[in-house]
């Protein structure tokens, strides 16, 4: 028979399910949350907390982008980043997507990284390389290119509906301790354009 794990003994904080959470800081219902990707979230306190952060600024963003499908995403080590720097990569942990399908005003791939602030020195470097993609990346159709995953299709498909603005959007990292929600959420409504 099953059993659900014992979110009060758990050895590791991504054992607990956030819908189950003990800790009403963390605690959010994952599952009625039509925009996030998964029926649950498993990940650590800092990812429990910008999930949770982003539930407050669905009803914003909806109003903002009218028509638009609005996701959250875990990238599952799918999504890859490399520092322009020195080629070190890394993988931002969730994907916000925003898709106007029904006017193609936009379509915009935010990647956000939720980073303990016992983190924040060692991967700084990761947030500089999230912060440069706002004004220093762009999506580029090349027909040519190696097509190894069908992501050339995928973007054939985009530039074929005719979208008027494709961005790849980064961020500062949310981080709820030592610099709080309040730096990130000044970063998320500055970034994301109007």
């Known amino acids: 028979m099953f059993k659900r794990w014992d979110t009060v003994n758990a050895p590791d904080e991504r054992a607990i399910a956030q819908s189950l959470h003990p800790n009403e800081q963390l605690k959010f219902n994952v599952e009625g949350a039509d925009w996030y990707a998964y029926s649950e979230n498993y990940g650590t306190s800092e990812e429990k907390l910008f999930v949770k952060f982003i539930s407050t600024q669905i009803d914003a963003l909806k109003r903002q982008y009218k028509d638009a499908e609005i996701y959250l995403i875990r990238n599952e080590l799918d999504y890859w980043l490399f520092s322009p720097v020195d080629g070190r990569r890394f993988s931002p942990d ?36 999230l912060i440069s993609l706002s004004d220093e990346s762009s999506v580029i159709f090349d027909p040519d290119e190696e097509d190894d995953e069908g992501y050339k299709s995928f973007l054939k498909e985009v530039e074929s509906m005719g979208y008027k603005e494709i961005k790849c959007l980064g961020f500062k990292f949310f981080n709820s301790d030592p610099r709080g929600e309040t730096d990130f959420a000044l970063d998320f409504r500055a970034t994301l354009p109007h």
């Open 94 to 129: 969730y994907m916000l997507i925003v898709n106007d399908t029904v006017n193609q005003e936009m379509y915009y791939q935010c990647l956000i990284e939720p980073k303990g602030g016992h983190l924040l020195v060692n991967d700084e470097w990761k947030e500089e390389v």
